[in-house]
């Protein structure tokens, strides 16, 4: 077994949260049982993808409040929410509202840019804004303040029976220390750290030029240091690493060979830089505990982390997705230096 500098401090999953558009309460329902499972199981945090016009979450928010009140102690979080889609005072009211509701365990993460398929869809997001959206880091730093405390509105005060206030209501205390930024390229990843926010790195990253490497785990390595070179907290500044993870201990040979060939149908991604954002992406990891173990301890991203987010393959049954969150708790977490959390 290999042997690592420091224990894994922190072990989260995340998940899509896929269903059968002709049944869609069912995936859902899914969705809250897998997430309370993790929290039996002892992990730290269930992250949520956010999904637009597709057939996985598209609020991930309105699943957090419903996954507060199923459970006590799992932090709950969003992995990311594309803010082109949002309002950032109407995000941070839901936000804020859910953290509450909670009781302080919401780890928003988000990003920036046009909305994905833009041209498809802008004249239903902003049929009379859509050229003159913000979707620049102004809006983080807008969702940020907000969140923060900083003011709405230049009123507070009593109207009538009504009393206002200049600020976002309820206001969470402690949630704008929580807030992610899921950063693709160095230059994301420094901006966050100058920010001050902490930092989610995940399978997919901007490749560089074509003179550069295009070593997934050297890469994500630098992402990470560039972040921490530039943020107040230096080498303590959180950082999560995002990785398809998929431990095999005590799955059916049938659901070793539906692992397999998941993995072999996505790995011809990584061996170079896909479409015109030269987006690339990390091989999965597929294997025995002890095997992922030393597989993980080896990738020069993991090495600079003590915070990880494992994601769940896309498009599984429910008892695939039992058996890879237990085999992580009970065999690869605790072999990568974790503990799971029982209180």
């Known amino acids: 077994m290999p042997s690592a500098s420091s224990p894994l401090r922190k072990l989260g999953f995340l998940t899509i949260g896929s269903f059968d558009r002709a049944d869609p309460r069912a995936g859902h329902e899914t969705t809250l049982q897998v997430i309370e499972l993790g929290e039996r199981l002892g992990f730290d945090g269930a992250w949520l993808r956010h999904r637009h016009l597709q057939y996985g979450i598209s609020s991930p928010v309105a699943v957090m409040a419903a996954a507060t009140q199923r459970t006590s102690r799992i932090e709950l979080g969003t992995a990311v929410t594309p803010l082109g889609w949002e309002n950032p005072l109407r995000l941070a009211e839901d936000l804020a509202t859910v953290d509450v509701l909670s009781g ?8 920036v840019g046009p909305p994905l398929r833009f041209g498809d869809v802008r004249d ?5 804004t859509a050229d003159v959206e913000d979707f620049t880091y102004e809006r983080v730093k807008r969702l940020v303040g907000l969140i923060r405390g900083e003011p709405a509105s230049p009123f507070q005060g009593t109207v009538g029976i009504e009393e206002y206030s200049d600020q976002v209501q309820p206001h969470s205390p402690g949630l704008a220390d929580r807030i992610w930024y899921g950063a693709a390229s160095p230059g994301s990843a420094e901006w966050a750290g100058r920010q001050g926010l902490s930092l989610l790195t995940s399978s997919v990253l901007k490749a560089p030029g074509p003179d550069d490497t295009t070593d997934f785990a050297t890469l994500q390595r630098a ?5 921490r070179a530039h943020h107040p907290a230096g080498g303590k500044a959180r950082v999560s690493q995002g990785l398809v993870v998929i431990p095999t201990d005590t799955a059916t040979p049938q659901q070793r060979a539906k692992y397999a060939a998941y993995v072999e149908a996505r790995t011809p991604r990584t061996a170079r830089p896909q479409g015109p954002a030269n987006m690339l992406f990390a091989p999965d990891v597929l294997g025995p505990s002890e095997q992922v173990a030393e597989t993980l301890y080896a990738h020069a991203g993991f090495q600079a ?18 058996q890879i969150l237990t085999d992580t708790a009970t065999r690869l977490g605790p072999a990568l230096g974790w503990s799971p959390r029982t209180g």
Do not use: C, H, K, M
Not at 104 to 111: D, L, Y
Not at 305 to 319: R, W
């Open 223 to 227: 992402q990470i240091e560039t972040f």
């Open 124 to 128: 239903a997001l902003y049929p009379d």
């Open 305 to 322: 982390v003590d915070e990880v987010v494992f994601a769940l393959p896309f498009g599984f049954e429910a008892a695939d997705y039992v």
């Open 104 to 111: 302080g365990r919401i780890n928003p993460g988000v990003s």
